[in-house]
DNA sequence: GGTTGCATGTAAATGGTTACATGATTGT
DNA sequence: ACAATCATGTAACCATTTACATGCAACC
């Protein structure tokens, strides 16, 4: 799925400008999906202008640089649906958090859990951005479906790291430490 | 995290040859998080041995080419280490799959079922690879941990897929269908 | 007899991203 | 004063993939 696919894709929601694209792709159902920056969402959009996949309706603005709101022709549309009818490449997904992890005995000591307590902050921020974001009950029922994905992927995510963290938080560079008879409490 | 930090880690496992290399990045707990091809490994392995990143012994073998077996240096695992502190970009996934479905409105009758039935059984067999996988329970405690949080992932995202993949398979293109009272049997 | 697996490598093409240029406005 | 948001666009750079080249052995 390239730029181009994705801009069509979002423009059958409605007209929208490249900046306005730009922001679909980062928020909410997209960026779970896709990427794109603009130095490919301009370009496309342009190309696929003079090529009638798309139109371009101009408007003045103040100081800032005309905005260029596009819409979706027919013939875009009908390009995006046979798109759409393509078997879908593999999912291709890059985590440095979990290869970082996969070397976690090559770790200073504490840096683990803190790349952890990150990945936590992370997961429950998504979360809350998940519960107040209208896509999952509005534009449309695939959206729908998603978004209740992404909310269980969440949650279980969080849960399985919270509790299976200690598994990797061991201090693996000293021999297991007798317990002393005074056990500090944890500061903080 | 490039190509280079990837072949160094999995040397820090064990010498290896380019082409070994790449079946661990294709399977198991590598091809979750990280991804190359041959024609970035073979370069970068090039790369790291003139730089004293690694080393590089050679085989001959009877019809193939000399094997090639690299082995990690002390300045390659300095390296790696300094790698593995660096703060981690952020996760990214691409996923044809999720996108469709977003348009699932779109789509002629029967496709998403289609889609939806392909992707169960792709789910399906990651979680049967995941239990013959000997890397849940060897190679490291990183490793393990990784195992286990894609065994629950994999399991949520079959049980919400089954659970709810009813709300994109009502037809959409026909009014609301009164029951008849013969509710047939679905056949299979 | 064709495909798959083993095994390395290169060159061209792809498909981006990053950084820059421009500039007003609004918020801190 | 400084950063962020809005808004577009380009050019240089980048990493990587794809396709090719080579060739044997084993499996079906």
């Not at 859990?113 to 936590?120: F, T």
């Not at 919270?162 to 938080?169: A, F, S, T, Y």
């Given at each position: 799925m390239d730029v181009?696919?994705?801009?069509?894709?979002?423009?059958t929601l409605g007209e929208a400008s490249g900046y306005e694209i730009k922001k679909m792709i980062e928020e909410?159902?997209?960026?779970?999906?896709?990427?794109?920056?603009?130095?490919?969402?301009?370009?496309?959009?342009?190309?696929?202008?003079?090529?009638g996949l798309v139109e371009c309706r101009q408007e003045s603005q103040d100081?800032?640089?005309?905005?260029?709101?596009y819409s979706i022709t027919d013939?875009?549309?009908?390009?995006?649906?046979?798109?759409?009818?393509?078997?879908?490449?593999?999912?291709?997904?890059?985590s440095d958090f979990w290869f970082i992890l996969l070397f976690n005995e090559f770790l200073p000591d504490g840096?683990?859990?803190?790349?952890?307590?990150?990945?936590?902050d992370f997961l429950k921020s998504e979360i809350k951005e998940t519960q107040n974001d209208p896509i999952g009950t509005s534009i449309s029922p695939g959206a729908r479906f998603m978004a209740g994905f992404r909310a269980e992927i969440l949650e279980t995510s969080i849960?399985?790291?919270?509790?299976?963290?200690?598994?990797?938080?061991?201090?693996?560079?000293t021999d297991?430490?007798?317990?002393s008879l005074s056990k500090k409490v944890a500061s903080k």
């Open positions: 181009r696919s994705v801009c069509l894709g979002i423009l909410g159902a997209f960026s779970y999906c896709v990427e794109a920056s603009y130095g490919s969402i301009y370009p496309a959009l342009a190309r696929m202008t003079e090529e100081g800032k640089p005309d905005k260029k709101i013939k875009g549309a009908e390009l995006f649906r046979k798109e759409l009818l393509k078997k879908p490449d593999q999912d291709r997904s890059k840096h683990t859990s803190a790349l952890i307590d990150e990945r936590l849960r399985y790291i919270e509790k299976n963290r200690h598994l990797l938080e061991t201090d693996y560079n297991v430490v007798k317990p």
